[in-house]
């Protein structure tokens, strides 16, 4: 069974650069597994920022990022900002079927 | 600006069959091209991806639900349902339904409950 594994938790201080990354217990992360990257507030809906590994959506904001770095999937915030905190789920792609990261839960202190 | 409902019994008894449908305004369920998947999420947890359909009906399926699950289109009323047969208390989750996993439901939260 393919798992995708992401950091449980990370804190960062507002202003802040931070990365999240997501990677595959099949082996590396490339484009052709089209990584996507959603961000979830308590009691929302997933909110999708990322697809395609680094193509934001009309209403992401600028300083979200994506990009394959190493042999992961990953997601740069550049100057957190408070309403940043959430839990951010990564999606990669496998051969027909899709598989959720375990979830980013980002505290924002 | 496509929009998506989910709606359906709140409430499953086990052994039964989960019963949802995604209704879908603003757009069409046979845009060329376009997808609609099924996502769940049980309370405190993760987000699982169920399965998809395509517009041509091709279905793709989670491997671990692919024998007990349905995902179909209902041209007639615009709709996208999922059924899933012999559920147990494991598959009481927020159920979303999304459009190319671009643009999402609100959710409805199905209890599997005698």
């Known amino acids: 069974q393919t798992v995708v594994t992401q950091e449980p938790s990370l804190t960062v201080s507002p202003g802040e650069t931070l990365t999240l990354t997501c990677a595959s217990s099949?082996?590396?992360?490339?484009?052709?597994?089209?990584p996507n990257w959603f961000q979830q507030k308590p009691g929302q809906a997933p909110r999708p920022l990322i697809y395609?590994?680094?193509n934001k959506h009309s209403w992401t904001p600028a300083r979200f990022s994506g990009s394959l770095l190493g042999d992961k999937a990953a997601l740069t915030l550049s100057g957190v900002q408070p309403e940043d905190e959430a839990d951010y789920y990564c999606l990669l792609y496998y051969d027909g079927a899709w598989v959720f990261g375990g979830g980013t839960k980002l505290t924002v202190l | 600006q496509v929009q998506l409902q989910e709606s359906g019994p709140g409430l499953v008894k086990p052994s039964q069959t989960l019963s949802l449908t995604c209704t879908v305004s603003g757009g069409s369920v046979t845009s060329a091209g376009d997808y609609w998947s099924w996502i769940r999420q049980p309370a405190g947890k993760g987000l699982e991806w169920i399965g998809r359909?395509?517009?041509?009906?091709?279905?793709h399926y989670n491997p671990s639900l692919k024998s007990r699950l349905s995902i179909s289109l209902d041209t007639s009323k615009n709709q996208v349902s999922l059924k899933l047969s012999s559920v147990t208390a494991a598959d009481t989750a927020v159920y979303y339904c999304?459009?190319?996993?671009?643009?999402w439901g609100q959710g409805i939260l199905v209890t599997v409950s005698s």
């Open positions: 999304a459009r190319e996993l671009e643009i």
């Open positions: 099949t082996g590396a992360v490339t484009s052709a597994y089209y």
């Open positions: 359909v395509y517009t041509s009906g091709t279905t």
């Open positions: 395609s590994t680094s």
